[in-house]
Nanobody, 122 residues
Framework: QVQLVESGGGLVQAGGSLRLSCLASGSILLISDMGWYRQAPGKQRELVATITRGGTTNYVDSVKGRFTISRDNPKNTVYLQMNSLKPEDTAVYYC????????????????WGQGTQVTVSS
């Protein structure tokens, strides 16, 4: 069974930094696109950043210049470096990955992590 496990959330003051990590584990053949989403209380889940296997990145406008997504393919891990954090960045952050597993080699599975809380105080 393949799963995603996030780590690195926490409480930080405005202007501070956090680094989120997401490890994909299990019987994995290949991981395609990976990304980070977030959901604030009372709001819909929104895309934060994505990265292709080749390293092409995409960001929501509100985090451009402050957040950096990266990945380590041999380690099946994606990261989100968050700098200059603002109170409006407060949310549960979810890791997402498109995965080919040995149990279903012809299917591209969409997996989600359990989420990690990021709280930015003013």
């Amino acid at each position: 069974q393949v799963q995603l496990v996030e780590s690195g959330g926490g409480l930080v003051q405005a202007g501070g930094s956090l680094r989120l990590s997401c490890l994909a584990s299990g019987s994995i053949l290949l991981i395609s696109d990976m990304g980070w989403y977030r959901q604030a209380p009372g709001k819909q889940r929104e895309l934060v950043a994505t990265i292709t296997r080749g390293g092409t990145t995409n960001y929501v406008d509100s985090v451009k210049g402050r957040f950096t997504i990266s990945r380590d393919n041999p380690k099946n891990t994606v990261y989100l470096q968050m700098n200059s954090l603002k109170p409006e960045d407060t949310a549960v952050y979810y890791c997402n990955a498109q995965v080919r597993a040995t149990s279903a080699p012809h299917a591209l599975l969409t997996l989600w992590g359990q989420g990690t809380q990021v709280t930015v105080s003013s």
